[in-house]
């Protein structure tokens, strides 16, 4: 219970008069006295808070950078009307800067037995669960001099997904999987691995087609098509230890390597692989195996939603070990971590070896546009000191990247906006190679 503003202001106008008519005691008891009762009245007149009742419904997730409505029904089960201030609080990473006090606060009016609704709107500015905390109200009487307050808990979790930004690449990787399938027509032609059919031989098809004991059964050439492989095993690593909490931009590491492992696998989805997912820097952060094609994407995307870097040193020997009991046959491994020296030396060229024996491994890396635009800097001492430390860092990046290569390994280093399209670019040459 609290007293309101309209309350003080009364009190405050009625001490004038009995400071200039009648100051004394006398005064004071006829002013407060009838202030009091007043607000006793209002006090009884309001409707009591903890015998309302309280629900939610509406969304349960939303992708980053979106909106999700949350809808808290109040019922009013008394013989009084309700007039409130009410507050549903969230946490304040579940609204933009500043915008907190707009969003969470409502004015309420609730008939005697009726029930309203109220939305929230939420607009989340990090992934992961967003649990609502308490509901305030605050009901007052009709003359707005006393007021009743009291908290209710209406449990309501909103899961925060990656925004998947480069889903605007998905539609011309997917025209490029179609040149490789050969489903459109194209100014190129190309072959894949996996026999697909026979059809009649017409000029100018490769010799080394034919079939000659389907030519020998019929009274036409028969030549042999082919597709690009299907059903292969594709397995997105994720490094999730402390090189993959650094920020590039706005954004850790590691949400540009969710962004690009998504693209890969709607891209890999469509084109008939099987993709897992596994997240790891000391232990098993997250996995995703055994879905179905039209299931591993929203698979993927609630399996990244909570996921965070640890501020930890990857144990590159347990995540090799971890990935080979995870892929127990021969698959591509998509491994997106840095491209650091010191962990990659001293983390992944030991055991680098027990992947490239049995998988094909590709290597991926958020590179930092402003080492390149240091690499650049001119005009003063300091940006020429910021040109070399740029350029050296550029120079060990490309060392790693030339040693990882001799062991076989593909290698991706590309700026956050870049690393999506290059890495399903990547995985369409190894298809077209027939490396997959």
């Given at each position: 219970?609290?007293?309101?503003?309209?309350?003080?202001?009364?009190a405050a106008l009625g001490s004038l008069p009995v400071g200039i008519l009648e100051p004394g005691w006398t005064g004071i008891l006829a002013v407060n006295g009838s202030l009091a009762l007043a607000c006793a009245c209002d006090f009884a007149l309001a409707a009591p808070v903890r015998r309302?009742?309280?629900?939610?419904?509406?969304?349960?997730?939303?992708?980053?950078?979106?909106?999700?409505?949350?809808?808290?029904?109040?019922?009013?089960?008394?013989?009084?009307?309700?007039?409130?201030?009410?507050?549903?609080?969230?946490?304040?990473?579940?609204?933009?800067?500043?915008?907190?006090?707009?969003?969470?606060?409502?004015?309420?009016?609730?008939?005697?037995?009726?029930?309203?609704?109220?939305?929230?709107?939420?607009?989340?500015?990090?992934?992961?669960?967003?649990?609502?905390?308490?509901?305030?109200?605050?009901?007052?009487?009709?003359?707005?001099?006393?007021?009743?307050?009291?908290?209710?808990?209406?449990?309501?979790?909103?899961?925060?997904?990656?925004?998947?930004?480069?889903?605007?690449?998905?539609?011309?990787?997917?025209?490029?999987?179609?040149?490789?399938?050969?489903?459109?027509?194209?100014?190129?032609?190309?072959?894949?691995?996996?026999?697909?059919?026979?059809?009649?031989?017409?000029?100018?098809?490769?010799?080394?087609?034919?079939?000659?004991?389907?030519?020998?059964?019929?009274?036409?050439?028969?030549?042999?098509?082919?597709?690009?492989?299907?059903?292969?095993?594709?397995?997105?690593?994720?490094?999730?230890?402390?090189?993959?909490?650094?920020?590039?931009?706005?954004?850790?590491?590691?949400?540009?390597?969710?962004?690009?492992?998504?693209?890969?696998?709607?891209?890999?989805?469509?084109?008939?692989?099987?993709?897992?997912?596994?997240?790891?820097?000391?232990?098993?952060?997250?996995?995703?195996?055994?879905?179905?094609?039209?299931?591993?994407?929203?698979?993927?995307?609630?399996?990244?939603?909570?996921?965070?870097?640890?501020?930890?040193?990857?144990?590159?020997?347990?995540?090799?070990?971890?990935?080979?009991?995870?892929?127990?046959?021969?698959?591509?491994?998509?491994?997106?971590?840095?491209?650091?020296?010191?962990?990659?030396?001293?983390?992944?060229?030991?055991?680098?070896?027990?992947?490239?024996?049995?998988?094909?491994?590709?290597?991926?890396?958020?590179?930092?546009?402003?080492?390149?635009?240091?690499?650049?800097?001119?005009?003063?001492?300091?940006?020429?000191?910021?040109?070399?430390?740029?350029?050296?860092?550029?120079?060990?990046?490309?060392?790693?990247?030339?040693?990882?290569?001799?062991?076989?390994?593909?290698?991706?280093?590309?700026?956050?906006?870049?690393?999506?399209?290059?890495?399903?670019?990547?995985?369409?040459?190894?298809?077209?190679?027939?490396?997959?």
């Amino acid at each position: 219970m609290a007293l309101t503003g309209r309350a003080a202001l009364l009190a405050a106008l009625g001490s004038l008069p009995v400071g200039i008519l009648e100051p004394g005691w006398t005064g004071i008891l006829a002013v407060n006295g009838s202030l009091a009762l007043a607000c006793a009245c209002d006090f009884a007149l309001a409707a009591p808070v903890r015998r309302l009742g309280l629900s939610r419904s509406g969304d349960t997730s939303t992708r980053l950078g979106e909106t999700a409505d949350v809808t808290l029904t109040v019922t009013n089960p008394t013989s009084r009307p309700l007039r409130a201030h009410l507050r549903d609080a969230w946490p304040p990473s579940s609204w933009q800067p500043g915008t907190e006090v707009a969003g969470s606060r409502h004015r309420l009016d609730v008939p005697a037995g009726e029930r309203r609704r109220v939305t929230t709107r939420l607009r989340p500015t990090r992934r992961g669960d967003r649990q609502a905390d308490r509901v305030t109200i605050r009901s007052y009487g009709p003359l707005g001099l006393f007021s009743r307050q009291g908290t209710h808990k209406v449990p309501w979790t909103v899961r925060v997904l990656p925004p998947f930004t480069s889903r605007k690449h998905l539609p011309s990787r997917l025209a490029r999987l179609r040149e490789l399938d050969g489903r459109t027509s194209v100014l190129t032609r190309g072959e894949g691995t996996e026999f697909d059919s026979l059809r009649e031989y017409v000029p100018g098809d490769d010799t080394r087609s034919i079939d000659w004991r389907a030519t020998a059964r019929q009274s036409t050439v028969a030549v042999r098509t082919w597709r690009p492989e299907r059903d292969r095993h594709i397995l997105l690593v994720l490094d999730t230890g402390r090189t993959s909490a650094g920020r590039v931009g706005d954004a850790p590491r590691l949400d540009a390597a969710m962004d690009a492992a998504l693209l890969l696998a709607a891209l890999a989805s469509r084109a008939g692989d099987r993709v897992q997912l596994l997240a790891y820097d000391r232990r098993v952060r997250a996995r995703v195996q055994g879905r179905a094609a039209g299931d591993v994407l929203p698979a993927l995307v609630n399996a990244l939603a909570t996921l965070e870097p640890e501020l930890v040193e990857t144990d590159a020997r347990g995540l090799t070990a971890t990935a080979l009991r995870t892929a127990p046959r021969r698959s591509l491994i998509v491994l997106l971590t840095t491209l650091d020296a010191a962990p990659v030396e001293q983390g992944l060229l030991p055991v680098l070896p027990q992947l490239t024996q049995r998988h094909t491994v590709l290597v991926a890396s958020v590179a930092d546009p402003h080492i390149a635009s240091m690499a650049q800097a001119r005009g003063n001492t300091e940006a020429v000191y910021e040109a070399a430390a740029g350029a050296q860092a550029q120079t060990e990046r490309q060392r790693t990247a030339e040693q990882l290569r001799r062991h076989g390994v593909t290698v991706v280093d590309a700026t956050p906006d870049d690393l999506a399209p290059a890495l399903a670019d990547a995985y369409l040459a190894l298809k077209a190679a027939g490396r997959l």
